[in-house]
């Protein structure tokens, strides 16, 4: 099966076991396809690798079988699961990637992020991600006791949830600038992300002529994939959960 599959912002969570009953079934038709890539916010939070819930295992297991039977499997870091470790991809058998990785989609080149380093306008939430993906600051996280680090998480996102009910809409969602310099950049027509929630494929006009941005959708009552390959190349999908 010659073909690449993207996903991300599945916020798998104990509280919603549908998700990962839901990602367990997609692996499983996919079974076999070239490759795997999971951009971020995975799960709704990750407070290390040392977090071995039994969730957090069969969610692991998940993803070792699909590893196992051959596709080639990546993960990139999001705004929820900045914590995962290189434990997590061995565990896995899996392969952590930087934010801003062009890979190869069967001749045409895409440039892969999460998306929330796009939203240059909320200057609030650029501080905090500054702060969360430093070394020193995951370092000093990683080395608190398990139950203090749940709490530290939890406190994190209803301060996240407050700051968000208060934000503009536009604020929110990608700054076009940024969408095109990331771009130009990289050199390539084709940027897939995830992080807004807000599934659509956008034209975007560059330099180097006319390109298209793919954002992924969360999952919810429904999960969102995209699909390349080299016959009818991108395209963005969503399924019932």
């Known amino acids: 099966m010659t073909y690449t599959l993207f996903i991300s912002d599945l916020h798998l969570d104990a509280a919603r076991p549908e998700h990962l009953t839901a990602l367990e079934q997609l692996l499983a038709r996919h079974k076999g396809c070239d490759a795997l890539y999971v951009l971020g916010d995975l799960f709704e939070t990750w407070i290390g690798d040392d977090?071995?819930?039994?969730?957090?295992?069969?969610?692991?297991?998940?993803?070792?079988?699909?590893?196992?039977?051959g596709s080639a499997l990546f993960f990139m870091h999001g705004n929820r699961d900045f914590l995962l470790g290189p434990a997590f991809a061995e565990a896995t058998g899996g392969t952590l990637l930087d934010e801003g990785t062009v890979?190869?989609?069967?001749?045409?080149?895409?440039?892969?992020?999460?998306g929330d380093s796009l939203c240059?306008?909320?200057?609030?939430?650029?501080?905090?991600r500054a702060q969360v993906r430093d070394p020193a600051w995951q370092a000093d996280m990683?080395?608190?006791p398990l139950e203090q680090r749940r709490m530290i998480a939890q406190m994190m996102r209803m301060q996240s949830m407050q700051n968000n009910a208060n934000k503009?809409?536009?604020i929110m969602d990608v700054t076009p600038e940024e969408v095109v310099r990331v771009m130009d950049e990289a050199g390539v027509?084709?940027?897939?992300?995830?992080?807004?929630?807000?599934?659509?494929?956008?034209?975007v006009a560059l330099a180097s002529g006319s390109g298209k941005r793919w954002v992924l959708g969360d999952w919810g009552a429904s999960g969102w994939q995209i699909v390349a390959d080299q016959a009818k190349g991108?395209?963005?999908e969503s399924f019932a959960i």
């Open 51 to 69: 977090d071995d819930t039994e969730f957090n295992q069969a969610a692991i297991k998940v993803f070792r079988d699909f590893s196992d039977s």
């Open 103 to 114: 890979v190869d989609l069967y001749g045409t080149a895409a440039l892969l992020m999460h």
């Open 120 to 128: 240059t306008g909320d200057e609030k939430y650029m501080a905090f």
């Open 142 to 144: 990683l080395a608190k």
């Open 168 to 170: 503009a809409q536009n």
């Open 189 to 203: 027509l084709h940027l897939i992300h995830g992080h807004t929630h807000r599934p659509a494929v956008h034209d």
């Open 234 to 236: 991108l395209r963005l």
